[in-house]
């Protein structure tokens, strides 16, 4: 699920074989059914849907008062509801009377005007390569999922389920102190209360605090010897890539968001 975009590992010689995340897939698969298309980027999508909700605004709209005050601010929230609601199986039509439905259905009556003129999201795309697959085959051998089939959307299942699709294995468990660390929380994301271990010096697990990132970066870059290596860096990763770059290892290619970067 988490593997489209730039990837921190090393590039291999590899023929016939692909590791993508959903998108990266969804492009394959249309290569192979012939239903590629030019792509739209998603500021353009945006300012689409924007002119649907104005054709369709009136005092009476859920999103009147919000579009008022910031129209593309708002046509990207709905666009987002719009495309999550295509991938969990919806077509476009409109939902149940009562005062719960009310906000559906509006953007129903927007989806009158969507269907004909915006580009397809990933749910409608995926809905069509589904239909696909009932008539044609891909050259596509087998496909390795590392997330449950469960944690996919519900037009990604419909897809997955007309492929050879396979479980990747389950990583080995690390030894001593570390092995303990990695039981310790699979079972807390599956929601068991887990007590907390004390600490073994058995060399598994290193903590390391360093004055400045710099110096922690420069550490770690020391440590790394080529070997298959998983880089968590929820805060300052930024500054790894050169130092890991002067170490000759990979670029993570993280970036930190700015305020000079538009958001569109």
């Known amino acids: ?65 919000s579009f008022h005050l910031d129209e593309l601010g708002t046509a990207a929230d709905l666009l987002g509801w719009r495309e999550t609601w295509y991938l969990h199986g919806w077509h476009g039509g409109a939902f149940a009377a009562g005062a719960a439905a009310s906000r559906l259905n509006d953007l129903a009556e927007v989806e009158r005007l969507a269907a004909g003129g915006l580009p397809p999201g990933p749910g409608e795309r995926l809905q069509r390569v589904a239909q696909a697959l009932q008539r044609r085959r891909t050259p596509i051998a087998g496909i390795t999922l590392h997330d449950p089939p469960t944690h996919f959307p519900k037009a990604w299942q419909a897809v997955l389920a007309r492929l050879p699709v396979t479980r ?18 699979l079972r807390a994301r599956q929601g068991e209360t887990v007590e907390p271990l004390a600490w073994r010096e058995d060399g598994t697990v290193t903590v390391v605090q360093a004055e400045t990132l710099t110096l922690a970066g420069r ?9 298959d290596t998983l880089l968590v860096a929820p805060a300052g990763g930024v500054h790894l890539d050169a130092l890991l770059a002067a170490a000759g290892h990979p670029r993570p290619g993280l970036h930190e968001p700015s305020p000079v970067r538009p958001a569109l």
């Open 1 to 65: 699920l988490h593997l489209d975009g730039q990837r921190g590992w090393p590039i291999e010689n590899r023929l016939g074989e692909a590791v993508t995340g959903p998108l990266g897939l969804l492009d394959l698969l249309e290569t192979h059914l012939g239903l590629g298309q030019a792509s739209v980027s998603p500021a353009a999508r945006i300012a689409q849907y924007r002119d649907c909700l104005r054709q369709c605004d009136r005092p009476e709209r859920f999103y009147h008062r």
């Open 168 to 185: 990747a294995a389950a990583l080995p468990a690390g030894q001593g102190f570390l092995g303990a660390v990695q039981e310790r929380l």
């Open 219 to 227: 550490w770690l870059a020391a440590r790394l010897d080529g070997r």
